[in-house]
């Protein structure tokens, strides 16, 4: 079903983004006007990434340059639409840009894709519910209202920006092209280089590190001299490949939603004794991440590893700590099985999916010393099990015997060239 999206636009697609968070919709929202179709991907109600039917390839790769300029993105999709969402499950996985800027990357193309409907004289909205590969990966990735409302806020102050500087005929995503009489007037080199037809309003603020609105203000004064004349252009190129084999995002449960103040958690700096610079400390050969809701037993944890020599990597929140689990790459992982916000099965299995935990020892912490439960964590890929609260040798010897195990393996996969 089809329906014009009210005015204002923003409080509108406000109101739309928080009803189907409610419902932890998961699906696609259609938002054409006369610039185009943007496509929002919703999981479980939030934001996962944001698709315009003109500029795709451009919104992505100006975001690249702004975020991550050094990443080389890959091109084969594995298992995932869309299919950005897929490379920066790649890109983190493998290491090659941290979570943040994956995240960030988003926000901006959001923003961009965002503002550019709001500029529209109106927008049709259109609600389709779709079942998505899923993941605890791309769930922790998207985004939710608390994230979602400040990129609204930005955007309605641009609006009225624009309405104020009179720059209603003049979308972001046009470029300004110049007309003779304007090469006869603009004689600045670094003025000319943007008024060739190939830079939108959108490049040309980025590259010169202004708002959008003053850029387009700017351009409107030579447009009323007539030294200018804004055009539409093509997107970019962009050649996108799809994998035969499609392993990578596999469905699972998507977990229970966090509060507020966990959505907006960022990785922060590790406590001295457990900041590791390639080893966690001078001190430390091993860091172990203990991943478990209790503060009470993360305590005991550390009262056990430290004095062994270990270094500790505390996280009482699975999906807020994943970015510390890329960043700072465990040598080893105790993980709870039992949490209210992340399932521990889920938990273990998608550490196993990404190639950065594809070896790490994971060994599962739990009150329930039951068969079935055993059974299943070897399944999602657990290389043990113990009970908790450990009994401290007992815990101190089954590391050590798994960190051995791994140490073995990297001297086997060195000498074979691997």
């Not at 939108?200 to 009323?224: G, M, N, Y």
């Not at 590893?305 to 992982?333: R, T, Y």
Request: with cysteine; net charge positive; charged share 25%.
């Amino acid at each position: 079903m089809t329906n014009i999206l009210a005015e204002p636009f923003v409080p509108s697609l406000k109101q739309e983004l928080d009803r189907l968070y409610n419902q932890k919709a998961t699906g696609e929202l259609t938002l054409s006007s006369q610039g185009g179709t943007k496509t929002i991907f919703l999981l479980a109600g939030r934001v996962q990434y944001i698709t315009d039917s003109e500029h795709r390839a451009r919104h992505w790769k100006r975001a690249i340059a702004q975020i991550c300029h050094e990443w080389n993105f890959p091109q084969k999709i594995l298992n995932s639409q869309p299919w950005e969402c897929d490379f920066l499950y790649q890109g983190v996985s493998k290491r090659h840009i941290s979570l943040d800027q994956a995240k960030s990357l988003i926000t901006t193309v959001t923003k961009e894709c965002l503002l550019e409907l709001a500029l529209e004289a109106k927008v049709n909205l259109q609600w389709k519910e779709k079942e998505q590969a899923k993941s605890t990966f791309s769930y922790f990735l998207s985004l939710a209202p608390p994230e979602i409302h400040p990129i609204l806020t930005q955007i309605n102050h641009i609006k009225e920006k624009w309405s104020q500087y009179d720059l209603k005929p003049i979308k972001p995503q046009l470029s300004p092209i110049l007309l003779e009489k304007g090469k006869n007037t603009i004689k600045n080199p670094l003025q000319l280089k943007y008024l060739n037809g190939d830079f939108t309003i959108w490049d040309i603020a980025f590259k010169s590190k202004q708002s959008p609105e003053v850029v387009a203000k700017s351009l409107k004064t030579w447009e009323d001299k007539g030294l200018i004349q804004f055009q539409s252009l093509k997107d970019l190129s962009l050649k996108i490949e799809e994998a035969e084999a499609t392993t990578h995002l596999v469905s699972e449960k998507i977990p229970s939603p966090i509060s507020v103040n966990q959505e907006q958690v960022k990785p922060q700096p590790l406590p001295e004794e457990t900041t590791p610079q390639g080893n966690p400390s001078k001190n430390h050969k091993y860091l172990i991440a203990c991943i478990d809701d209790s503060q009470i037993i993360i305590l005991n944890l550390k009262k056990i590893l430290q004095p062994a020599g270990f270094g500790v990597l505390s996280i009482n929140e699975p999906m807020a700590g994943f970015a510390q689990l890329i960043e700072h790459k465990p040598d080893l992982i105790l993980l709870d099985l039992n949490m209210p916000n992340a399932n521990g099965y889920s938990v273990c299995k998608f550490l196993r999916e990404s190639p950065v935990f594809e070896k790490t020892p994971i060994i599962i912490l739990t009150a329930q010393d039951r068969s079935i439960d055993r059974a299943k964590a070897k399944l999602v890929g657990a290389s043990d099990f113990i009970n908790k609260p450990p009994e401290p040798q007992a815990l101190i010897n089954l590391i050590n015997r798994h960190l051995s195990a791994a140490e073995k393996n990297k001297v086997q996969m060195s000498a074979s060239g691997f």
